[in-house]
């Protein structure tokens, strides 16, 4: 063992978290639990996201809701309950969900005459209230949207990835025609892969799913997959062009400006709290969380250093370069806490993956600096205390550039083009992602799922960020002639 690899070990036994390379899944269990973002309930396969991990998800939402409202969408608020004949209507839609639902069947000690699901998602009910709101063409578009939760039963369930109560936003709009319905698809396939990328410092893929992976009910279905620190591929987004199938369900019609009679063409699209998970397996390292800085809860954490005759007025100094940094607009938590030492506070925040610390003691005071170390580095700096909030937003900034580098460099390194099966299967054993040509057949795509537990993450769009280059080729399983004029993305996924 080296010298820099014994220090390294000694500081991650400091924290008590198993190391990713131990164990990826021991390790993100602790440090969901450890980093106080969720801990289980009472309530089977379901979590309690505690302060820490809300006041992330609140700023997801608040980003998210922001540019939802700058495009002309509306929210509304839905029941959670849903009449089980809205569910069967539409016969793609009830076979892809039924194994998932909860079931309420009697209220009080009444037998309902026909039961509710609870929602598992909402076109069904959307589109029976829609057919009273739409009348004429003049009406269109309907562009809707919700925040809330909705309930799928899950076997093996895992904080944030998969539970049996998660939360989301769901967008759902009609179209007086098929081309503005696909534009809506495109234009939050694109929205969500800006925010991944531009705030979540999250490198994804944007592609089309192949048929065997859409959506129960769509025509097409769009997703953005990202690739965790374990080779394994995250579905961090969809979004679906429904066609008129829900709306010739629920009789979503209207009068065309030739006065004919046309049902609507519909959409729905989402991001849950699925992408909290993308953020730790993506940006941990040994020691924890390392926080997106435009996204993170508390983005700077200065800690006062002092004795006990001198503690008081270290939090007094340390109060008021933290409002300095709080009057240019970012997020600064102060740790006041007595009687713990300052190596506990340094691994605790490092734990919780604040981007930048800043540590302010007596004789920091007296010299007019303050140290400052980003989360990411071994490195501390020693600032003047000017320098170091003038500073402040470049370096957050350049955290940012930071993971989204490292996360792009990971996910390149780990993914193999195959034009040979046992190419493919290889590399899939091996934690990769693998770009292959392939058939398009349900019966080949199952072949290789059951083979190498790998499925067909997406196919990349022309435009895409990464693969987008066109190429043909045989199936690398069957050999027959490939359906796409791109390589399909395998992957083993969450």
Not at 105 to 129: D, F, N
Request: proline share 4%; with cysteine; hydrophobic share 35%.
């Amino acid at each position: 063992m080296t010298k820099d690899g014994g220090k390294q070990d000694k500081k991650a036994q400091q924290y008590g978290v198993t190391p990713q390379s131990a164990d990826f899944n021991d390790w993100y269990n602790e440090v969901v639990k450890k980093a106080d973002l969720a801990d289980n309930s009472p309530v089977a396969g379901a979590m309690v996201v505690r302060p820490y991990g809300t006041a992330l998800w609140e700023n997801i939402q608040r980003w998210l809701d922001d540019r939802f409202k700058a495009t002309g969408h509306e929210s509304l608020i839905f029941p959670t309950l849903i009449p089980m004949g809205f569910i069967t209507k539409e016969a793609d839609h009830v076979e892809g969900f039924a194994p998932e639902l909860f079931t309420v069947s009697k209220i009080g000690t009444e037998e309902l005459a026909e039961p509710y699901v609870m929602r598992p998602t909402s076109e069904t009910i959307i589109g029976h209230m829609w057919a009273g709101w739409l009348n004429s063409y003049r009406d269109l578009p309907f562009l809707h949207y919700q925040w809330g939760s909705v309930f799928r039963a899950e076997l093996r369930t895992k904080a944030f990835l998969r539970t049996s109560e998660f939360f989301w936003h769901e967008g759902h709009t009609a179209h007086a025609d098929e081309a503005e319905a696909r534009a809506e698809v495109r234009q939050q396939l694109d929205l969500y892969h800006e925010f991944c990328r531009d705030v979540l410092a999250l490198p994804v893929v944007r592609g089309e799913k192949t048929a065997s992976e859409r959506f129960a009910g769509a025509v097409a279905t769009y997703s953005i997959e990202g690739m965790m620190r374990d080779g394994k591929a995250l579905q961090s987004g969809t979004s679906h062009y429904l066609g008129q199938n829900f709306s010739r369900a629920f009789d979503v019609k209207f009068q065309t400006r030739e006065q004919k009679e046309e049902y609507a063409h519909t959409t729905s699209w989402a991001i849950s709290s699925r992408i909290i998970g993308a953020i730790i397996m993506t940006h941990g390292d040994d020691f924890g969380l390392i926080m997106p800085p435009r996204i993170a809860p508390i983005q700077v954490v200065v800690i006062p250093v002092g004795r006990k005759d001198n503690f008081d007025q270290m939090v007094e100094e340390g109060e008021k370069l933290a409002a300095e940094l709080r009057a240019g607009g970012l997020r600064v938590k102060v740790d006041k806490r007595d009687g713990v030492t300052n190596g506990f506070k340094y691994n605790d925040w490092e734990l919780k993956g604040v981007p930048v610390r800043i540590e302010l003691g007596p004789r920091d005071l007296e010299a007019g600096v303050v140290v400052v170390k980003n989360r990411h580095s071994e490195e501390k700096e020693t600032l003047s205390r000017a320098e170091a909030v003038s500073g402040m937003a470049a370096r957050l900034d350049a955290v940012h550039d930071w993971l989204l580098t490292r996360a792009t460099d990971f996910m390149l390194s780990h993914t193999v083009t195959a034009d040979d099966y046992g190419t493919f299967r290889q590399a899939i054993e091996d934690g990769n992602w693998v770009r292959a040509h392939h058939c398009g057949q349900p019966e080949c795509e199952k072949a290789i799922k059951e083979d190498t537990k790998a499925t067909a993450r997406n196919v990349p769009l022309d435009d895409a960020e990464f693969f987008a280059e066109k190429e043909s080729g045989p199936c690398v399983r069957c050999g027959q002639p490939g359906a796409y004029d791109k390589r399909v993305i395998f992957g083993r996924q969450y």
